[in-house]
């Protein structure tokens, strides 16, 4: 019988910026272009904590991060930065990560909309969880990677 493997989600620390950047640049250029490294480590150093960032471990090693964050109104709740390393795809770990978000923004009282944008390589992940296209921008994040704007009713 095979041991389950440790899943931990805790909140994103500075010192897991190398990681998390780590993470980033395996899944260039399928789920995120090189062009937006700069974005990314602007979002860790400034950003992480109003952002609510998450890690995810497996057996002690930061493998995914993510994060949402409320808009001003309390209305909305938008999720952002979200990776998993591609090499970890397909073992649950980017639905932890989801699952996780999901029930932080719906203990948040007054959201009624969770917005994302993506790409066309995991826009069916987050279908599979109830979210709806609202637009597509071709390239919309470099050549050959599509923007899938997506949201989810409360």
């Known amino acids: ?21 780590a993470v980033f640049d395996r ?3 399928t789920f995120f272009s090189a062009s937006e490294r700069p974005d990314f480590v602007r979002f860790l150093l400034h950003h992480a904590a109003q952002w609510h960032y998450c ?18 109104d309390g209305r909305t709740a938008s999720l952002g930065w979200g990776m998993v390393d591609p090499a970890l795809h397909g073992q649950g770990l980017g639905t932890k990560l989801l699952l996780a978000r ?10 009624e909309r969770i917005v994302l944008d993506t790409s066309q390589h995991t826009q069916g992940f987050y279908a599979r ?20 704007d997506m949201a989810l009713e409360l």
């Open 1 to 21: 019988m095979q041991a389950a493997v440790e899943r931990v989600i805790r909140p994103y620390r500075t010192e897991d910026s190398g990681a998390c950047l």
């Open 27 to 29: 899944n260039v250029p």
């Open 55 to 72: 890690v995810v471990e497996r057996c002690g090693e930061v493998v995914g991060c993510a994060g949402h964050l409320i808009s001003p």
């Open 102 to 111: 999901l029930d932080a923004v719906r203990l948040t009282p007054g959201v």
């Open 129 to 148: 969880f109830g979210f709806e296209v609202t637009a597509v921008t071709p390239d919309g994040y470099g050549a050959g990677l599509d923007r899938w």
